[in-house]
């Protein structure tokens, strides 16, 4: 399956801001603090001003980049979004964080939504009590989110264990910290999410 292999701190800056791809790094050694100017030749440090459409771009970009999407993958949730009832920038935003690679991610069991998709790639992950690899499964309220057994005495389980009291959990999602098992307890709102990217933008770049 094709995926971005091109270093995802040259993302940030060429966003202008940081979308925090790399998880604990972005807090502690992050490159975009230190080079913040667009990558690509230094001869102009200046940020070229964006048309309307570059700056829907942008945004679609900032999307497709935070949830680790190629572009065929977040039409698929645009159309799909588009054909449910409501708005459809929420209706997309909500989407995407249905992830199960996100979920992942919310609940602290990785520092990043690259290494959470790696965990359930590789089976890690059992979701309503049977494993499965699929990063783009669109989890439903009431599924449970628990660890293989087999996983359970890898060095990266019993670091977690120690770590994951330090994280914090979203109100739409349940966290037994102490058995390291999770639940959906409600589906996302677009006002739980605040994502750092305009949905408005993203619908109207489509919608040419």
Same mark, same amino acid.
């Given at each position: 399956?094709?995926?971005?292999? %091109? ?6 800056? !060429? @966003? $202008? %801001?940081?979308?925090?791809?790399? $998880?604990?790094?972005?807090?502690? #050694?992050?490159?975009?603090?230190? *080079? ?10 200046? *940020?070229? #001003?964006? @048309? ?11 999307? *497709? ?16 979004? %588009? ?7 929420? =209706? ?8 199960? /690679? ?5 609940? $602290?069991?990785? /520092?990043? !939504? +690259? ?15 049977? #494993? ?9 309220? @009431?599924?449970?989110? +628990?660890?293989? /057994? $087999?996983?359970? =005495?890898?060095e990266y389980f019993k ?5 994951i009291e330090s994280k ?5 999602l349940s966290l037994d910290?102490? =058995? ?17 990217? /305009?949905?408005?933008?993203?619908? %109207?770049?489509?919608?040419?």
């Open positions: 399956m094709a995926r971005y292999i %091109e270093a995802v701190c040259r993302v940030c800056r !060429r @966003s $202008g %801001e940081k979308l925090f791809l790399k $998880g604990a790094k972005c807090y502690t #050694k992050c490159t975009f603090e230190k *080079r913040s100017n667009p990558p690509g030749q230094t001869v102009s440090r200046r *940020r070229p #001003k964006l @048309s309307d459409r570059g700056l829907q771009l942008r945004e679609k970009q900032k999307a *497709r980049y935070t949830y680790g999407l190629l572009e065929r993958q977040f039409r698929k949730f645009f159309n799909q979004a %588009e054909r449910r009832a409501g708005v459809t920038g929420d =209706n997309l935003v909500v989407l995407l964080e249905r992830r199960l /690679d996100n979920i992942i991610y919310r609940l $602290g069991f990785a /520092d990043s !939504r +690259a290494q959470a998709r790696q965990l359930v790639r590789h089976g890690h992950i059992l979701l309503n009590g049977r #494993k499965t690899n699929i990063p783009s499964y669109l989890v439903k309220e @009431s599924d449970k989110i +628990a660890w293989r /057994d $087999g996983s359970k =005495n890898s670091t977690l264990v120690k770590s914090t959990i979203p109100s739409w910290r102490q =058995n390291l098992t999770g639940q959906v307890v409600s589906l996302p709102t677009p006002e739980d999410i605040q994502p750092i990217f /305009d949905a408005t933008a993203i619908v %109207e770049y489509y919608s040419r």
